[in-house]
């Protein structure tokens, strides 16, 4: 694996103004074309400057802790490893750095500074279950059956951290004032480990969080992300002999076909925007015997929270009616859902600018080959690395969520995306791993922990851009007040 190190440009960074439709109010319009006016960008200061340089400096650092965090592979709630590496590097970095925080071993949360702005970094690091992946053009598995890094986080923990570091060195030599922090953010793809922390009240005294994500793309967002609520239903009946008197049972099995039944012919009368996807947990052990116990794990998406909470009633619904026809009965458990991402206008503007102000990432010959062959091994078109900054105008909804939304709710929350891997490769599969791996991965690493940073020096170096993000944040959150979908206790640890 090859490491790379940008070069820093002292340059001055361009104001961007661009109009950002996202079906908001007027009044919610109104605030963000008034950002326009505050969150212009000036000449890099000493600090920025800096910030950038610190990234360069780290960048053999950062990129081998990623390579370790690939290598370890550690899904939900098992990132014992690369929790640790992080942690410690902060630790080792003067970070004060508290572990085992909001119930979770692998959650931490690494400070420096004191006094206002406080400035948070997000990152995460846990690999996807059965994604083993060599650094190869074609699907290949390092081990069958073992996890892997298909949706990048490897990189996202380690270019945040690198930012935070960056940030850290400026206030420790004076050039800024005020408390970064990293938070080190477990379980993204299972129980979302940032609702947990969300609940506990750990970003209540922030005034900005600055987060980005691997991608096959760049771009500054401005579309949001979908709500989603995890449930599990459950149908307890009574067990019988399903030959000698099966007229003494009440199938739970067939309380999960007539649930899933009514799951699908509701299809068609939900928005289009809407998604329901389940899987059948438990469906019973042996055919002689009438199953006392069912179970279907179900996902509910859509980009509107409230349309979400709306299909949750109407779930029930279905679970009660199901129940009553097989005289069974019925659970539904909410086992953790996310909100959508509460974008912020203002700070978009500012990452778009840092971001067309680093640009471009220049790719090697070789490069573009490996990406050009991952991309004929997935059958997309072979166009290799995307060079382009996306415009922030007419974005196209993300279907995924993310507990990023829940912090977003919360806090003003900057997001973008950095390419890591080939343009139009399916994600969550082997060829983000494969990516992952390499000095693709690299390049957006660097250049994603020195937007991170550069963005932060810019929020506490102008008042105004940050009060213009709190503007923001302020007009599109309303009076919606945060209540995390993950249930009452504490996070459901795995078995040791």
């Given at each position: 694996?090859?490491?790379?190190?940008?070069?820093?440009?002292?340059?001055?960074?361009?104001?961007?103004?661009?109009?950002?439709?996202?079906?908001?109010?007027?009044?919610?319009?109104?605030?963000?074309?008034?950002?326009?006016?505050?969150?212009?960008?000036?000449?890099?200061?000493?600090?920025?400057?800096?910030?950038?340089?610190?990234?360069?400096?780290?960048?053999?650092?950062?990129?081998?802790?990623?390579?370790?965090?690939?290598?370890?592979?550690?899904?939900?709630?098992?990132?014992?490893?690369?929790?640790?590496?992080?942690?410690?590097?902060?630790?080792?970095?003067?970070?004060?750095v508290e572990r085992n925080v909001a119930g979770m071993p692998t959650a931490f949360i690494a400070s420096y500074g004191s006094g206002r702005p406080?400035?948070?970094?997000?990152?995460?690091?846990?690999?996807?279950?059965?994604?083993?992946?060599?650094?190869?053009?074609?699907?290949?598995?390092?081990?069958?059956?073992?996890?892997?890094?298909?949706?990048?986080?490897?990189?996202?923990?380690?270019?945040?951290?690198?930012?935070?570091?960056?940030?850290?060195?400026?206030?420790?030599?004076?050039?800024?004032?005020?408390?970064?922090?990293?938070?080190?953010?477990?379980?993204?793809?299972?129980?979302?480990?940032?609702?947990?922390?969300?609940?506990?009240?750990?970003?209540?005294?922030?005034?900005?969080?600055?987060?980005?994500?691997?991608?096959?793309?760049?771009?500054?967002?401005?579309?949001?992300?979908?709500?989603?609520?995890?449930?599990?239903?459950?149908?307890?009946?009574?067990?019988?002999?399903?030959?000698?008197?099966?007229?003494?049972?009440?199938?739970?099995?067939?309380?999960?076909?007539?649930?899933?039944?009514?799951?699908?012919?509701?299809?068609?009368?939900?928005?289009?925007?809407?998604?329901?996807?389940?899987?059948?947990?438990?469906?019973?052990?042996?055919?002689?015997?009438?199953?006392?116990?069912?179970?279907?794990?179900?996902?509910?998406?859509?980009?509107?929270?409230?349309?979400?909470?709306?299909?949750?009633?109407?779930?029930?619904?279905?679970?009660?009616?199901?129940?009553?026809?097989?005289?069974?009965?019925?659970?539904?458990?909410?086992?953790?859902?996310?909100?959508?991402?509460?974008?912020?206008?203002?700070?978009?503007?500012?990452?778009?600018?840092?971001?067309?102000?680093?640009?471009?990432?220049?790719?090697?010959?070789?490069?573009?080959?490996?990406?050009?062959?991952?991309?004929?091994?997935?059958?997309?078109?072979?166009?290799?690395?995307?060079?382009?900054?996306?415009?922030?105008?007419?974005?196209?909804p993300e279907s995924g969520s993310t507990d990023v939304g829940d912090v977003s709710w919360i806090v003003p929350t900057l997001t973008f995306t950095?390419?890591?891997?080939?343009?139009?490769?399916?994600?969550?599969?082997?060829?983000?791993?494969?990516?992952?791996?390499?000095?693709?991965?690299?390049?957006?690493?660097?250049?994603?922990?020195?937007?991170?940073?550069?963005?932060?020096?810019?929020?506490?170096?102008?008042?105004?851009?940050?009060?213009?993000?709190?503007?923001?944040?302020?007009?599109?959150?309303?009076?919606?007040?945060?209540?995390?979908?993950?249930?009452?206790?504490?996070?459901?640890?795995?078995?040791?």
């Open positions: 694996m090859m490491n790379f190190v940008f070069p820093a440009r002292a340059v001055s960074i361009p104001h961007v103004v661009a109009s950002v439709l996202i079906g908001i109010s007027a009044a919610t319009l109104a605030a963000d074309q008034a950002a326009d006016t505050v969150t212009a960008v000036g000449p890099a200061s000493a600090a920025k400057l800096a910030s950038v340089e610190s990234v360069d400096r780290h960048a053999a650092e950062l990129n081998g802790m990623a390579d370790q965090i690939w290598g370890f592979a550690e899904i939900a709630l098992r990132e014992h490893r690369s929790s640790k590496l992080l942690a410690d590097y902060a630790q080792k970095q003067g970070f004060r406080i400035i948070a970094v997000l990152g995460e690091y846990d690999a996807l279950p059965g994604l083993s992946q060599k650094v190869a053009s074609e699907a290949s598995p390092l081990v069958d059956g073992a996890p892997g890094h298909g949706c990048g986080h490897n990189l996202f923990g380690a270019a945040s951290m690198g930012a935070a570091l960056a940030i850290k060195e400026q206030i420790a030599a004076g050039r800024i004032s005020g408390t970064v922090r990293y938070y080190g953010t477990p379980a993204e793809e299972d129980i979302g480990g940032k609702s947990y922390m969300a609940r506990e009240g750990l970003f209540d005294d922030l005034d900005a969080v600055l987060t980005w994500h691997p991608d096959y793309q760049t771009r500054a967002d401005t579309a949001s992300t979908t709500a989603m609520v995890d449930l599990a239903i459950e149908f307890h009946g009574k067990a019988a002999h399903a030959a000698r008197d099966p007229w003494n049972a009440r199938s739970a099995v067939d309380a999960v076909e007539l649930f899933t039944h009514g799951v699908n012919l509701m299809r068609e009368h939900i928005e289009p925007s809407s998604r329901m996807h389940y899987t059948i947990v438990d469906g019973g052990d042996v055919p002689n015997v009438v199953p006392e116990y069912g179970k279907v794990w179900l996902w509910l998406r859509d980009p509107r929270r409230a349309e979400v909470d709306a299909l949750l009633a109407r779930v029930r619904k279905l679970a009660e009616g199901a129940a009553a026809m097989t005289e069974t009965s019925s659970t539904v458990t909410v086992q953790t859902g996310s909100w959508e991402v509460l974008n912020n206008a203002a700070g978009a503007r500012l990452l778009d600018a840092n971001l067309h102000w680093l640009w471009p990432i220049e790719y090697t010959a070789e490069e573009q080959t490996f990406a050009r062959a991952i991309q004929r091994s997935a059958g997309v078109p072979e166009v290799g690395m995307d060079p382009d900054i996306q415009r922030l105008e007419g974005q196209e950095v390419a890591t891997a080939p343009k139009d490769v399916p994600w969550h599969a082997w060829p983000v791993v494969a990516s992952s791996g390499t000095s693709i991965g690299h390049k957006g690493l660097v250049v994603a922990a020195k937007t991170l940073a550069a963005t932060a020096i810019d929020l506490y170096e102008q008042p105004a851009a940050l009060q213009a993000v709190r503007d923001n944040f302020e007009a599109r959150k309303g009076d919606v007040v945060y209540r995390a979908y993950v249930p009452a206790g504490p996070p459901p640890l795995p078995e040791s």
